[in-house]
């Protein structure tokens, strides 16, 4: 199929260990391409080195990752086919309701990673949006396996690591599997910074990081800055949870302040 786009990245060939010696020998990063198929799916790329391994990642128009792949091994100077065939991907269904109406979530971001990658950095993670009744699908071009699936409002977070704030679910080959999450209502405060004498105090930057329930998955989040009146204001963001501000301002020491959300 053409339009997609092809990352392929290299690793050095090692030389063989000495005889006598130990050790591991760990992958160097060699080469980079990056280029698009044709509209009937082909490509060609040349010159490409022949000492290396290389790696392909596949994304399709939009950005999204669809696939992965191994090149086969390229000898000196002849032309190695190659073909790859993207499978469908395994599908995540289901519903995030407010726990406090039962009501459906519209906006809500869903997103999924296979459980043995949770902790893992760098590593693929597939998100979507809830639909206006709080409906979503999830496609998972990873393949079956066990996944962990969490909702949030908030767009900075990751998958967190804390149990308490995702479920998970193990999707079969070629069998959608659904599930219902249950979200808190997202919290929004507007604050007044103020100097001891109770005057306001414009273009303070000000730092929040949440903590989960019972104190796990603490994280830190993007920086505000207040305004010309000294207010600043948060918003989208989980509740249940130990929120702590740092105020900073040339001329003032630094100030923490701690509040829970409910």
Do not use: C
Not at 143 to 172: C, F, I, K, N, R
Request: overall charge negative.
């Amino acid at each position: 199929a053409g339009g997609y786009y092809i990352h392929l990245a290299g690793s050095l060939h090692h030389p063989p260990v000495p005889e006598g010696e130990k050790g591991l020998r760990f992958p160097l990063d060699g080469s980079r391409f990056e280029f698009q198929t044709d509209p009937e799916g082909r490509f060609e790329i040349a010159p490409i080195p022949t000492n290396e391994d290389f790696k392909a990642a596949i994304y399709d128009g939009t950005g999204k990752k669809v696939g992965d792949a191994s090149l086969p091994v390229l000898l000196p100077k002849t032309v190695t086919p190659w073909t790859h065939q993207i499978a469908a991907p395994e599908r995540i269904t289901g519903m995030v309701i407010a726990q406090d109406t039962g009501n459906g979530m519209a906006d809500v971001i869903v997103r999924a990673i296979l459980a043995s990658d949770l902790g893992h950095s760098g590593l693929d993670i597939e998100s979507t949006k809830t639909d206006e009744d709080g409906s979503f699908l999830l496609e998972l071009y990873a393949g079956a396996g066990e996944y962990v699936v969490q909702a949030t409002t908030d767009p900075y977070a990751g998958v967190s690591h804390d149990p308490s704030l995702y479920e998970s679910v193990v999707v079969m080959r070629g069998k959608p599997s659904h599930m219902t999450l249950h979200l808190r209502k997202p919290w929004s405060r507007h604050f007044l910074v103020m100097d001891p004498q109770g005057n306001p105090i414009p273009e303070a930057t000000v730092h929040l990081s949440q903590s989960g329930p019972q104190g796990g998955s603490h994280r830190a989040l993007r920086g505000e800055a207040t305004d010309g009146t000294g207010i600043f204001r948060f918003g989208q963001l989980a509740g249940d949870s130990e929120s702590t501000f740092t105020f900073q301002k040339v001329g003032f020491l630094d100030t923490k302040s701690a509040t829970r959300t409910a």
